[in-house]
């Protein structure tokens, strides 16, 4: 005979409404907020270890530098008389197989746009990459000027792509030598580099094969690479750069570098660095004022005609029209244009 109970029903005290001691929130809550913190600050400390393996061997890229002039320099002074100031402390200097410094000018924002649309990258990342696959760093080399308009378009500029060395120069193109010897004693300052090169900004330039050519091994430490040529000294102001010195100088002129591109190694650096702004003369070329210094010294010249190529090639290294122009003639459009070309862009790279 069936049961007339019904099933049994189990409950849970704890659960039942009728338990005489309700649970309290408070330790619920403490638990959730303890929680949430651990959480947070996990997060913060992955992020902050993401953030330092990713930028950990790349240094700060717009410096400024101020020339220490006052002959007892303050303690704070580098050897060579530069004071680098910028956010970051650079208390090693950053060691690269090259250095290419790219000189700029205030009226130059177009030359620079078609740069960072070409060969050289226009963010922060892209330059480290160029760096880690080249063993070269890249950066616009510009001085100061009066005008605060030019300033603001500038600060504006090196916020959005962060990659200039400020020189404490008046920048201004009669004053080039000046801006130069400038350079260098920055760069060394800052960069622990093989080679050091000066480049200008209305050039095509294969980083890849730049990097090519700086690491072959050479037997003389004291090394100045460039497309060279034979040129005259410059004694008189009032004679423009094309005109005939053979009757001041006769036939013999010496051997120096076209302007647009040359490399020094570290050893030449280090030694032209220690130097005052008034120990060498300054002619009013600045590749004629370099290469009477490279003359002085003794250096050993490296002619390099790839770096004074006329069209892309599968070995040119830099392209420019020599001689109609110093540079690329009308080097905005030209960049673009030579970019497209496989000859210019292509991944070919024939090495020696």
């Given at each position: 005979?069936?049961?007339?109970?019904?099933?049994?029903?189990?409950?849970?005290?704890?659960?039942?409404?009728?338990?005489?001691?309700?649970?309290?929130?408070?330790?619920?809550?403490?638990?959730?907020?303890?929680?949430?913190?651990?959480?947070?600050?996990?997060?913060?400390?992955?992020?902050?270890?993401?953030?330092?393996?990713?930028?950990?061997?790349?240094?700060?890229?717009?410096?400024?530098?101020?020339?220490?002039?006052?002959?007892?320099?303050?303690?704070?002074?580098?050897?060579?008389?530069?004071?680098?100031?910028?956010?970051?402390?650079?208390?090693?200097?950053?060691?690269v197989m090259g250095f290419v410094g790219i000189f700029t000018g205030f009226g130059s924002v177009g030359r620079r746009r078609s740069l960072r649309q070409t060969w050289l990258p226009s963010d922060r990342d892209g330059l480290q990459r160029l760096e880690e696959a080249t063993g070269l760093a890249f950066r616009f080399i510009i001085g100061r000027t009066s005008a605060e308009w030019k300033m603001s378009v500038l600060r504006k500029e090196v916020a959005k792509h962060d990659d200039f060395?400020?020189?404490?120069?008046?920048?201004?193109?009669?004053?080039?030598?000046?801006?130069?010897?400038?350079?260098?004693?920055?760069?060394?300052?800052?960069?622990?580099?093989?080679?050091?090169?000066?480049?200008?900004?209305?050039?095509?330039?294969?980083?890849?094969r730049l990097s090519l050519l700086l690491a072959k091994q050479r037997p003389d430490p004291q090394t100045y690479i460039g497309c060279m040529k034979k040129g005259p000294v410059f004694t008189n102001p009032k004679l423009k750069w094309y005109e005939p010195m053979s009757y001041l100088l006769g036939s013999e002129y010496f051997l120096h570098a076209y302007g647009p591109i040359y490399a020094l190694s570290a050893k030449v650096v280090s030694s032209l660095v220690v130097l005052r702004n008034d120990s060498f003369r300054m002619f009013s070329n600045e590749d004629v004022?370099?290469?009477?210094?490279?003359?002085?010294?003794?250096?050993?010249?490296?002619?390099?005609?790839?770096?004074?190529?006329?069209?892309?090639?599968?070995?040119?290294?830099?392209?420019?029209?020599?001689?109609?122009?110093?540079?690329?003639?009308?080097?905005?459009?030209?960049?673009?244009?030579?970019?497209?070309?496989?000859?210019?862009?292509?991944?070919?790279?024939?090495?020696?």
């Open positions: 005979m069936p049961s007339s109970k019904g099933p049994k029903i189990f409950h849970n005290r704890s659960s039942s409404s009728s338990f005489p001691y309700p649970r309290k929130p408070t330790a619920q809550i403490f638990c959730l907020v303890l929680g949430i913190t651990a959480l947070i600050l996990g997060l913060f400390a992955i992020s902050r270890s993401l953030l330092h393996y990713n930028c950990k061997s790349f240094q700060p890229t717009t410096v400024s530098v101020v020339w220490e002039n006052n002959a007892n320099a303050n303690a704070n002074a580098n050897a060579n008389g530069a004071q680098i100031s910028q956010s970051k402390d650079v208390k090693n200097r950053h060691k060395i400020l020189l404490d120069i008046v920048e201004e193109y009669r004053k080039l030598p000046y801006k130069t010897f400038a350079f260098f004693k920055a760069a060394y300052a800052l960069f622990d580099s093989e080679f050091y090169v000066k480049a200008d900004d209305d050039i095509y330039l294969r980083p890849d004022t370099i290469g009477a210094w490279m003359l002085a010294m003794n250096v050993n010249h490296e002619n390099t005609l790839e770096l004074c190529s006329r069209e892309c090639t599968s070995t040119s290294i830099a392209v420019w029209d020599i001689p109609r122009c110093s540079g690329l003639c009308n080097p905005e459009t030209r960049l673009l244009e030579l970019h497209k070309l496989e000859e210019c862009s292509g991944t070919g790279t024939v090495s020696e």
